[in-house]
């Protein structure tokens, strides 16, 4: 027993040093990726469940890598949160988004809003309000335009001023959302204290609506607690018809999901708000 005991103890060490070997590598490609401009944003469509209008673009970014090509956020993002990184990253994606929102607006096309991913970090580490003041100030997008997705995570963390940062935001007229609702902490006291104006169920819990009756259940009761407070609820990661049916029935707002866009990226934007496809 002690001697298993003691190989645990040395693969768990072993296992350590190559996460902390990854960490260090994805760490100092992402310092180069910041000074080399590496970055793209992709943006995906959010629909009206009912008249399919567009009413936004999820801004989902993009690493293209010259050594090793394109690195999907689910690589990078959590490293970046860890290392800090994240806030110069989300600095750029705030103004990118915002200037990309500034030309569809300009070009005349209706879009709906801007959405913009936030960690917490950026709210910890760093003053997330002064970049997107800037941001605005800087590409004249009109606040109403954008809309920020925030974590749960972010509503609990003890710092000083999360609650007077976001009223500041919001009276700003820019809109919040809660993103992947449901995945992060049972307390639902936040969402009282905190005026946001949607809730976006998790994929996790879309995916599986048209065999698992949990799921089910957990969705229809996000979409009436959305309701009940006087909020939207949309769901992402819908794929199919059968999926779309399930959600209209429950009264869901919004949709987004391979089965109407993929995430575009920005040069296709345009085109595709110009000629959005039949449904
Ligand atoms: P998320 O915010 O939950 O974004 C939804 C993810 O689901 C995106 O993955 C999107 O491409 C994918 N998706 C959309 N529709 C479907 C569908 O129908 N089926 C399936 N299977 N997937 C779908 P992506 O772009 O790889 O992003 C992953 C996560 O990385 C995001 O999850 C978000 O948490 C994070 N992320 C992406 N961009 C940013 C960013 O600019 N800042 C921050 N802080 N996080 C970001
Ligand atoms: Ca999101
Ligand atoms: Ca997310
Ligand atoms: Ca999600």
Known sequence: AKQGGRNTYRFFNQQMNINNQKYM??????????????????????????????????????????????????????????????????????????????????????????????????????????????ALTHSGLPARYLELELTESILLQKVDDVLGTLIRLKNYGIHLSIDDFGT??????????????????????????????????IVQAIIQLAHGMNLSAIAEGVESEAVLEILKDLGCDEIQGYLFSRPLPAGKVIEFLQRPPVM
């Open 184 to 217: 992060g902490y049972s307390s639902l006291a936040y969402l009282q204290q905190f005026r946001v104006d949607k809730l976006k169920i998790d994929q996790s819990f879309i995916r599986g609506i048209t065999e698992q009756l949990d799921h089910l259940a």
């Open 25 to 134: 590598k994805v760490s100092a490609d992402l310092r180069r990726a910041i000074t080399n401009q590496e970055f793209v944003l992709h943006y995906q469509p959010q629909y009206h469940i009912l008249t399919k209008k567009i009413v936004g673009l999820e801004a989902l970014i993009r690493w293209q890598d010259p050594y090793i090509g394109m690195r999907s956020p689910a690589e990078f993002i959590s490293i970046a949160e860890e290392n800090g990184l994240i806030v110069p990253i989300g600095s750029w994606v705030i103004s990118e988004a915002c200037k990309d929102a500034k030309k569809w607006l300009d070009s005349g096309l209706d879009f709906g809003r801007v959405a913009v991913n936030c960690s917490a970090a950026q709210f910890r580490l760093h003053d997330i309000e002064q970049d997107i003041i800037f």
